[in-house]
Nanobody, 118 residues
């Protein structure tokens, strides 16, 4: 079972930037697609971005052009660079690991709070 530990959340002003990190352990990192999801108060968890092991990247329309996902297969870490932040980006951000072969395990981090002030 993967252990995912997020860091880098905090408070930013509108128009500012934050960089989230997610360190993975207990898995063969290169066998997993890594992703970021977020959940704002009273809203459902939603996809932010994913990065497969083969390099396919998908972004939510809400963050496309502002956020950048990347991964380091040596450090077993995935990153989310968030630029041009808006108050609507305020949420708890969760790291996600999805195994790309059987048994297709899915693991979640504990989440890190991102708050953007106007």
């Amino acid at each position: 079972q993967a252990q995912l530990v997020e860091s880098g959340g905090g408070l930013a002003q509108a128009g500012g930037s934050l960089r989230l990190s997610c360190a993975a352990s207990g898995i063969r990192f290169s066998d997993y697609a890594m992703g970021w999801f977020r959940q704002a108060p009273e809203r459902e968890r939603e996809l932010v971005a994913t990065h497969t092991s083969s390099g396919t990247i998908v972004y939510s329309d809400h963050v496309k052009g502002r956020f950048t996902i990347s991964r380091d297969n040596v450090k077993n870490t995935t990153y989310l660079q968030m630029d041009s932040l808006t108050p609507e980006d305020t949420a708890v951000y969760f790291c996600n690991a999805r195994q790309e072969g059987f048994p297709y395990r899915i693991s979640w981090g504990q989440g890190t709070q991102v708050t953007v002030s106007s």
